[in-house]
T-cell receptor, first 117, second 117 residues
């Protein structure tokens, strides 16, 4: 396991369809984060898991968004009834809970680029 | 509320020159961490350097150093001897460090650095 992986890398869908993204964190990391990044902007926090517990959700995460991490390993992010405004890069990151000299930095995956037509 | 400001949308620098990327932040929390990430055109966020709010010395990591001026609430990234591969988006980020040290990271809007040969 050399890093965070995300699938699919690209997703094109029609407005109103549901989509699901998967994130596999670094195996020894128990913390997992989802971010959304639109063109020309920095990533915006969506939600965070420690093990299987979802501990924080952004107000950006509307009722159409749901995230799970059922066994404390991989996570899924589902968007129901997609809208054109959901078009963005969805980034997943993971980190250790063990204190590090580098501030428990988050390691990011390559992202899933969603285009809603 | 936390805020990160990066006032330089884009910068051009000659290869081998040093470059400073500006970052100011705002927080009411006395304990926080500051990060810089690099995002090449491939899209993956790469961690560069970390500075804790109580660290007495400026962080350094190879050609990267963080000019931390706590009273001014600035955390500028200095890249020495720039290389063509340094061309990318650079994001300054901050995490308010609660007891769990696990809270979200907020990002600035980024600076696009272009290195001229």
């Amino acid at each position: 396991d050399t890093g965070v992986s995300q699938n699919p890398r690209h997703k094109i869908t029609k407005r109103g369809q549901n989509v699901t993204f998967r994130c596999d964190p670094i195996s020894e990391h128990n913390r997992l984060y989802w971010y959304r990044q639109t063109l020309g902007q920095g990533p915006e926090f969506l939600t965070y898991f420690q093990n299987e517990a979802q501990l924080e959700k952004s107000r950006l995460l509307s009722d159409r968004f749901s995230a799970e991490r059922p066994k404390g390993s991989f996570s899924t992010l589902e968007i129901q009834r997609t809208e054109q405004g959901d078009s963005a890069m969805y980034l997943c990151a993971s980190s250790s809970s063990m204190r590090t000299v580098t501030g428990n930095e988050q390691f990011f995956g390559p992202g899933t680029r969603l285009t809603v037509l | 509320a936390q805020k990160i400001t990066q006032t330089q949308p884009g910068m051009f620098v000659q290869e081998k020159e040093a470059v400073t990327l500006d970052c100011t932040y705002d927080t009411s929390d006395p304990s926080y961490g500051l990060f810089w990430y690099k995002q090449p055109s491939s899209g993956e966020m790469i961690f560069l350097i970390y500075q804790g709010s109580y660290d007495q010395q400026n962080a350094t990591e190879g050609r990267y150093s963080l000019n931390f001026q706590k009273a001014r609430k600035s955390a500028n990234l200095v890249i020495s001897a720039s290389q063509l591969g340094d061309s990318a988006m650079y994001f300054c980020a901050m995490r308010e460090e609660t007891y769990s040290s696990a809270s979200k990271i907020i990002f600035g809007s980024g600076t696009r650095l272009s290195i001229r040969p």
